[in-house]
């Protein structure tokens, strides 16, 4: 009781400091709102003290400065939180918060996606980000443990994925198994007959190669890595926000490079987070910004000013991923294949998997860029099923000719429209806005490696683990594509 | 259980808030009670846990979630466990307490209470929540560093004496081909007799017990000729580990995986690679969710096996308070 009558009367010492909801105007010339806030800050700099308010009450509002925002409080930001608060010399370092939007992540791609891993990539940067995400998940209760708490059950099915070739398919098959098998996977080449041999139930008609995953390679339910993640980086002292980032309010100086060009270098110094529900909002003071919103990514370095300069200049260079529709349906069919039935993507791009014991099967397949769906709803489109999925899948795995759909729905994709692999580092311009986005689908899959990279970005300024330098945003000005074939 | 399992969450969050905050009262609980935001914070993710399980992801797995940690050496809070005691306790209030069978069942409930000097500690200071992560963290170092390969003896002595010492050091068994067991004995020392069997392949090990996990499999993968292997109540052994035995396919006849703790129906489908096993024993594994189902399965995965264990029956346990007339009923008919 006496505590709290001194802190009230402390407190009275500090009414100059109180923030009030208003909206400050930034006008060219100090109005008399602006010069009342400019003593407030003054003042506040003065007292002693944390930003300790006994009248109003701002436990709800993110902290007033952080070292590092995060935007987006998907697998991929939190992994970035994780990696950033693991890797810092000392404990509690670098204050982080976490922004995020939706924390029930309803529309989150996280929770939505079918949950796969796979080394069986083209690229050997994305075959190491998944062969390390892979060791992680294996002691995921060593990464992520929680003293008092109860392990974390991931429920990884580790049988591997098996994709088919047609003839014209097959020697990029060959090449790239080539690559993943120099680059430590486990993985193996098939021939039809072999695979007759394996798993009955496939049909191998006109199939002329197949690989196969042998270890490391299966799929897991990511909202057990979502949730292990939050809590372990809860424990170590993350901030989290339900909110939205509305603006970003940077400096901007000009300069010229050796070409005698003018360029704007610009920085990020605040950030405002916007609650949730209300018109209120948070600046935030933070010497780095992670870009990790996903499928809505885009966007936020369009807050930011990216892309918006002329046409084929660096700063004209959007950040091209954008969302991405895509359906998986859950069907039951008695008789499809059994216990050992592993991931199988057809050489027509859709793809199945068995879903617990009792004959349940998940599936899909993505679209040509003709029939892309629109991606303001989630609603799922039941007749691509009848149309697209069904009869591939039924050709493949005859038994499926009769099956009953359960249920179905639909998720985003974070789809770099450039060559479908993520974006990772600072952007040039913009210089403390990082990525951590674009993955076109994997992003799940690669999260712990990615997480890892970036936060070895802002920590050392270069990566460590795995070069992930190929991935650096200039090359969309560049213009060098490094594509990944292998995108399911 | 998906509904707490959310509403757990944003407890331990507020922690790192709170800190500078109120020093002397860290629980959760407290701070909640004083703040209308926060209660109205936690109301907001009850319900929003209620009605978020329909749309991502159709199917839950209720059963799992029920295993003992022996890493940590915590247990958890068996939730639909709990209540169904609750309801039997309800029924059966009073005189009947005494029942041996339902005394039993009530015991892990007894222990979630108490607690061990530490873990009440670290409610209270942070230093000591510090210190049992690092001794928890310890823990783990060890065992990697058990189970570390040996690819120094590797070089000198050859994957045959490899194996064998790596086993006998964890305190397994081994037996090379028209050989007697090597064990330790009672002093728990090991002959090193073997030495010279350079070039006879181990055609058996029995690692029953033993600290061995994924990486420690690295020394038993290139044991070409290994027909029988054990690895009963191993306690770090899990799905990852059955995924990797495949390079044993052409060789191994016998496996028995009884009594692990981690292993699920999930790693039991990935031995469709041992094509040559006769014997498999899946018996007593407490996350496999549907025992008698998965061993159906797991025999029509393995036409040329025999799977012992699993008893289909074990789906069929029944309340305590049916039991008694279950066995009445065989005995007059």
Redesign the interface.
């Known amino acids: 009781m006496f505590r709290r009558m001194l802190r009230l009367g402390w407190g009275r010492g500090q009414d100059l400091s109180v923030r009030r909801l208003s909206i400050r105007k930034r006008g060219s010339t100090l109005d008399w709102n602006g010069r009342v806030s400019e003593f407030k800050k003054k003042i506040r700099s003065i007292l002693p003290g944390?930003d300790?308010n006994p009248l109003y009450?701002t436990?709800?509002l993110p902290p007033e400065r952080c070292d590092v925002v995060i935007v987006g409080g998907g697998v991929l930001g939190l992994s970035v939180a994780y990696w950033l608060k693991k890797l810092e010399k000392r404990q509690g370092a670098i204050r982080v918060l976490v922004v995020e939007r939706d924390?029930?992540y309803?529309q989150a791609s996280t929770?939505?996606s079918v949950g796969g891993i796979r080394q069986q990539f083209s690229l050997p940067e994305n075959i190491q980000l998944s062969l390390f995400s892979a060791s992680f998940l294996?002691n995921i209760?060593?990464h992520l443990?929680?003293?008092?708490?109860?392990?974390l059950?991931l429920?990884?099915?580790?049988?591997?994925y098996l994709l088919l070739a047609s003839e014209k398919g097959a020697a990029t098959m060959e090449n790239n198994v080539k690559v993943q098998r120099q680059e430590g996977a486990k993985v193996c080449l098939m021939s039809p007959e072999q695979l007759r041999n394996k798993f009955p139930w496939i049909n191998t008609e006109g199939v002329a190669l197949a690989s196969y995953g042998?270890?490391?390679e299966?799929w897991f339910?990511p909202?057990c890595l979502l949730?292990g993640l939050?809590?372990k980086v809860?424990?170590m002292?993350?901030?989290?926000c339900q909110g939205e980032v509305t603006r970003f309010i940077s400096s901007s100086s000009s300069m010229k490079n050796t070409s005698g060009e003018e360029v704007n270098l610009k920085r990020i110094y605040e950030v405002h987070v916007k609650m949730d529900h209300s018109l209120e909002y948070q600046p935030v003071e933070c010497a780095l910004v992670i870009n990790a919103a996903g499928a809505w990514s885009g966007q936020i370095a369009e807050l930011a000013g990216i892309g918006k300069g002329p046409l084929g200049t660096l700063q004209g260079t959007k950040l091209p991923v954008e969302p991405r529709k895509r359906y998986v349906y859950?069907w039951h069919c008695p008789q499809g294949p059994?216990?050992?039935a592993p991931l199988v993507s057809d050489s027509s791009g859709a793809y199945f998997r068995r879903?617990?014991?009792g004959n349940?099967y998940i599936g899909g397949r993505s679209p040509t860029e003709e029939e892309e769906p629109d991606p303001k709803n989630l609603e799922v489109d039941h007749g691509f099923f009848q149309d697209k999925v069904w009869p591939p899948l039924a050709q493949r795995v005859p038994a499926f000719e009769t099956l009953k759909v359960?249920?179905a729905?639909a998720?985003y994709y974070d789809y770099n429209t450039f060559d479908q692999n993520g974006v990772v580092g600072p952007h040039p311009l913009v210089m403390n806005m990082y990525f951590a986005t674009g993955f076109s689908g994997h992003g799940l899959q690669q999260a712990p490696g990615v997480g890892r990279a970036v936060a070895e970005m802002v920590l050392e300024g270069h990566f460590q683990t795995i070069d992930l330098s190929s991935f650096f945003f200039s090359r969309f000005y560049l213009g060098e594509k490094i594509q990944e074939h292998i995108i399911i | 259980q998906l509904h707490i399992?959310?509403a757990q969450?944003p407890l331990?969050?507020e922690?790192?808030?709170h800190?500078?905050?109120t020093p002397e009262g860290k629980g959760p609980l407290q701070d909640l009670g004083e703040?209308p935001?926060?209660q109205s914070?936690v109301l907001y993710?009850h319900s929003?846990?209620l009605?978020?399980s329909p749309?991502?992801?159709?199917?839950w797995?209720l059963s799992?979630?029920c295993?003992e940690?022996p890493?940590?050496g915590?247990e958890?809070?068996n939730i639909l466990g709990e209540q169904s005691l609750h309801l039997v306790a309800a029924i059966w209030n009073g005189s009947t307490r005494s029942i041996h069978g339902l005394g039993g069942a009530v015991a892990p409930e007894g222990n979630q209470k108490k607690k061990t000097l530490l873990?009440f500690l670290?409610g209270y200071f942070y230093d000591v929540?510090y210190l049992?992560?690092y001794l928890?963290?310890n823990q783990?170092l060890l065992l990697h560093k058990k189970n570390r390969s040996l690819a120094h003896i590797s070089e000198n002595y050859g994957p045959y004496i490899t194996g064998a010492f790596f086993i006998l050091h964890l305190g397994g068994a081994v037996r090379f081909q028209n050989k007697e067991w090597i064990r330790l004995n009672k002093r728990g020392q090991f002959p090193l007799e073997f030495l010279k069997f350079q070039k006879v392949p181990i055609e058996a090990v029995d690692a029953s017990g033993c600290d061995i996990n994924?990486e420690g499999l690295d020394n038993l993968l290139p044991l070409k000729e290994l027909q029988s292997l054990s690895l009963q109540r191993c306690p770090y052994v899990d799905?990852?580990c059955?995924?990797?035995l495949?390079p044993l396919a052409n060789s191994l006849q016998e496996l028995s995986l009884a009594g692990c703790p981690r292993i699920?129906?999930?790693?039991?489908?990935?031995l469709?690679?041992l094509q040559n096993l006769r014997r498999l024993d899946i018996s007593d594994l407490p996350a496999v969710?549907?025992p008698g189902?998965?061993q159906i399965?797991?025999e029509?995965?393995l036409p040329n096996c025999k799977v012992v264990g699993a008893d289909w029956a074990q789906d069929l346990k029944l309340e305590p308070e049916d039991q008694p007339q279950d066995r009445a009923n065989p005995v007059p008919t």
């Open positions: 944390e300790r009450d436990s709800h924390h029930t309803s929770g939505l294996r209760n060593e443990a929680v003293v008092d708490d109860p392990p059950d429920k990884f099915n580790p049988l591997g042998m270890e490391n299966g339910d909202w949730q939050r809590r809860q424990s002292g993350v901030f989290f859950l059994g216990l050992e879903e617990g014991l349940n359960r249920s729905w998720g | 399992h959310l969450v331990p969050a922690r790192g808030c800190r500078h905050a703040n935001v926060f914070l993710f929003s846990s009605t978020f749309p991502p992801r159709p199917i797995d799992s979630d295993s940690c890493l940590v915590l958890r809070k873990q670290a929540e049992r992560e928890l963290q783990m994924y799905d990852w059955l995924n990797r495949y699920s129906e999930r790693g039991l489908a990935s469709h690679h969710s549907n189902l998965t399965l797991v029509e995965m």
